[in-house]
T-cell receptor, first 113, second 116 residues
């Protein structure tokens, strides 16, 4: 079945340092989505990338979708303590309904102030 | 923006009892909702797809008689954990498609179930 892999599993940085998490799918994706889950909270939608090679920015966050539409990355510039949380990528299930998502295992980011 | 609510936010119960968790879409209709469970420091595991007016679709390995899902209206889906045991203790989260763009979902705040 479809697999979505994410690395690293954990990342600890000093405040002000950059952070990147990588996502790879075993199948070509129609789109990829990123969610953030704060400790003790629930996943919150961040962004969706649809086009091959697409790059989108949200303030200090930069999201990329690979040319082959099988990989993606999230880069945070100059991390802040508010960036702490687990970042998940997710792709639509290739064999099922339009809305079903397969999530990566997530990358837990901790920031030392 | 659209909001998905869950009730209760946490519940503690004795082993052998049943627990019902509600998931509501507050300002939009959802013919489809999803139920996930999440163990500490792990990813979201899809349990089932809840379909309004029809039977839920369960993921492989999820016991449908253990986790009863009812989607009785366009704004409400319920998950009942029957005869709960300590290994059922987990964080249960529901979600609903936003309808704004393909596949994106709004997640409920989650229900933390502890079975003693």
């Amino acid at each position: 079945g479809q697999q979505v892999m994410q690395i690293p599993q954990y990342q600890h940085v000093q405040e002000g340092e950059d952070f990147t998490t990588y996502c790879n799918s075993s199948t070509t994706l129609s789109n990829i989505q990123w969610y953030k889950q704060r400790p003790g909270g629930h996943p919150v939608f961040l962004i969706q990338l649809v086009k091959s090679g697409e790059v989108k920015k949200q303030k200090r966050l930069t999201f990329q979708f690979g040319e082959a539409k099988k990989n993606s990355s999230l880069h945070i510039t100059a991390t802040q303590t508010t960036d702490v949380g687990t970042y998940f990528c997710a792709g639509p299930n290739s064999g099922g309904s339009n809305y079903k998502l397969t999530f990566g295992k997530g990358t837990l980011l901790t920031v030392n102030p | 923006g659209a909001v998905v609510s869950q009730h209760p936010s946490w519940v503690i119960c004795k082993s052998g009892t049943s627990v019902k968790i509600e998931c509501r879409s507050l300002d939009f209709q959802a013919t489809t909702m999803f139920w996930y469970r999440q163990f500490p420091k792990q990813s979201l595991m899809l349990m089932a797809t809840s379909n309004e007016g029809s039977k839920a679709t369960y993921e492989q390995g999820v016991e449908k008689d253990k986790f009863l899902i009812n989607h009785a209206s366009l704004t409400l889906s319920t998950l009942t954990v029957t005869s709960a045991h300590p290994e059922d203790s987990s964080f249960y989260i529901c979600s609903a498609p936003t309808g704004k763009s393909t596949d994106t979902q709004y997640f409920g705040p989650g229900t933390r179930l502890t079975v003693l």
